[in-house]
């Protein structure tokens, strides 16, 4: 089937898209407490949580407010039907790495759909092989048992100009011709297996944190990382040394940017506005954050053009 593409410059070409299908793909977040045990244990690779380690996340969990909130529980589900509203039609689906449906549910569903090849993306915009790769993983293993069927994934797509768009957007927002205000870029960090998994990954986000800063006039910025894990060797510097750092250089106002994620959800409405918060309040500077996407059309047309962009080739 060929169908007219009623997306930005792409207007008005002929797309080909019979037999392929979108597969989108999100990380996945509790309903409820009793998912917390299963949602830990998949993250973990197998490995169940100890008592502590669930009381923690609860914890966290309840400080923001997750288990009453439908719009941080259904948050992926709403990024995907506000996605699908910006591609030319086609089957689709949505798979999470840690929740149901999981990704193999998504991929048998496409395939039911009559589907032959798979685009698949992933909500994270930058590439990491542990993160982004995962997904790639399951997403082979769940094809492999469909003679016929191929799939392509999406790696990245921050450089896509609504990505850009969005961001310059939040944060001149955020910031509002504040005087005196540090600027902190922060993203997941990732273990250093090895430097050149780091280094890919932390250049990606230096070279879209750079185009941000100089978009927005930012003079006093620096991009670190935030949600290591307690053991091993992990990609810095952390939030909590940049904001030491700022405080040290007299910063009044300190403007978290968590460009690495893409809505709220614990690590942002928890690590960011509560920890991040308390450390910025107790060395007396203000701190400040802008929005998050959610399910800002802007932003998610960064995914729409990746897709498209995709399809085509």
């Not at 500077?285 to 059309?297: I, T």
Request: glycine share 6%.
């Amino acid at each position: 089937m060929n169908v007219v593409v009623n997306y930005g410059l792409k207007r008005g070409n002929l797309v080909n898209i019979e037999k392929k299908g979108l597969l989108f793909l999100s990380y996945g977040s509790p309903l409820s407490k009793d998912d917390l045990v299963p949602y830990m244990t998949s993250i973990r690779h197998g490995r169940v949580p100890t008592d502590a380690e669930v009381v923690n996340l609860t914890r966290r969990y309840d400080a923001i407010g997750q288990w009453s909130n439908v719009e941080l529980q259904t948050m992926a589900e709403r990024q995907y039907e506000t996605l699908i509203t910006l591609l030319p039609s086609m089957p689709s689906a949505i798979g999470y790495l840690h929740m149901k449906p999981s990704i193999a549910d998504a991929v048998d569903d496409l395939v039911q759909q009559g589907v032959e090849h798979i685009v698949a993306i992933v909500t994270a915009p930058f590439f990491t092989s542990l993160g982004t790769g995962a997904y790639e993983k399951q997403v082979q293993a769940a094809i492999g048992t469909h003679q016929g069927v191929t799939f392509d994934v999406i790696r990245s797509w921050w450089d896509q100009p609504p990505f850009m768009e969005y961001w310059v957007k939040a944060v001149s927002d955020c910031i509002n011709d504040t005087n005196d205000v540090f600027v902190i870029f922060s993203a997941h960090s990732i273990p250093l297996i090895n430097s050149h998994n780091g280094d890919s990954y932390a250049l990606a986000l230096e070279k879209s944190a750079r185009e941000i800063a100089e978009r927005c006039g930012l003079s006093n910025w620096s991009v670190a990382w935030q949600s290591a894990a307690l053991h091993g060797q992990w990609l810095g510097p952390t939030v909590e040394e940049a904001i030491n750092q700022a405080l040290r250089n007299g910063a009044i106002h300190i403007a978290f940017v968590p460009f690495g994620f893409v809505s709220n959800h614990v690590e942002v409405l928890y690590d960011n506005d509560v920890e991040c918060k308390e450390l910025v309040d107790a060395g007396g500077a203000v701190y400040m954050r802008a929005q998050m996407p959610n399910c800002n059309e802007t932003f998610l047309q960064a995914m729409a053009s990746a897709i498209l962009e995709r399809i085509h080739s």
